[in-house]
């Protein structure tokens, strides 16, 4: 992968917008992008906290995107429809309802529409699972993650594992990218061309079954 040209912010702002507007189950017409060197900045009102998470990562996916300011606010009149015990109900639901979260590992606290989830399980996707079932239910405010993996022994060859699903991953340049592990800890140092690359990579990470924490310290230089 050759490293990407440099972008200007009015190409990028253009490119985010556009994003926007594809992406399904959003109002672009209500949210406001300004670019600064490439960092991007969203504001206005959104109706729910799951519009403002899928407006976040539409910008993100944009080449050029070093970084993500979130402005975004959700109309007090989305979250007054529904109380916070209400909001606990619907979260525990989704959860129970989602094969992919393991039953009776996480339990759900509601204040002020934020829910806060705790406990633990034994994959980061099945963290992440939980976040997203949460982030959907109407009223949400924000959603605090507090789920922690199951502690699981190392292994020797982590760091080359890893390293060779960089290879194999064909979003991102692994001679950029660059692994270290101690214990099942995993720091990623190196220069990726998006803040979508960054993301990627740090997914890439977490599929090892030995890893339980990732330090993403790429640096978004196209």
């Known amino acids: 992968m050759t490293r990407t040209e440099h972008r200007s912010d009015s190409t990028i702002k253009h490119d985010v917008q556009q994003e926007l507007d594809w992406t399904p189950g959003i109002e672009a017409t209500a ?3 300004a670019v600064d060197d490439g960092v991007v900045t969203l504001s206005g009102t959104v109706d729910s906290f799951s519009e403002r998470i899928q407006a976040s990562r539409a910008a993100l996916r944009v ?3 070093h ?3 979130d402005d975004l606010v959700v109309r007090a009149a989305a979250r007054a429809l529904h109380t916070d015990a209400e909001i606990a109900k619907m979260v525990h639901q989704a959860l129970d309802a989602d094969d ?3 039953a009776g590992h996480l339990q759900v606290e509601v204040a002020d529409h934020t829910v806060t989830l705790h406990g633990s399980v034994p994959w980061h996707f099945q963290r992440l699972a939980a976040i997203r079932d949460a982030e959907r239910v109407p009223g949400v ?3 605090l993650n507090h789920v922690e993996l199951t502690p ?3 292994a020797t060859d982590t760091e080359a594992r890893i390293a060779q699903a960089f290879v194999r991953h064909a979003q ?3 001679d950029r990218l660059e692994v270290s592990v101690r214990d099942s800890v995993v720091t990623l140092t190196g220069r990726v061309g998006s803040a979508a690359e960054k993301r990627e990579a740090e997914l890439a990470a977490w599929r090892s079954p030995h890893v339980t924490d990732v330090q993403n310290l ?3 230089q196209p």
Do not use: C
Request: aromatic share 4%; glycine share 8%.
């Open 172 to 174: 991102l340049d692994a």
């Open 152 to 154: 699981r022994p190392t």
């Open 63 to 65: 080449q050029g995107v």
């Open 218 to 220: 790429l640096i978004v």
């Open 100 to 102: 992919t979260v393991p």
């Open 31 to 33: 949210i406001g992008v």
């Open 141 to 143: 405010k924000y959603v």
């Open 67 to 69: 970084a993500l300011a």
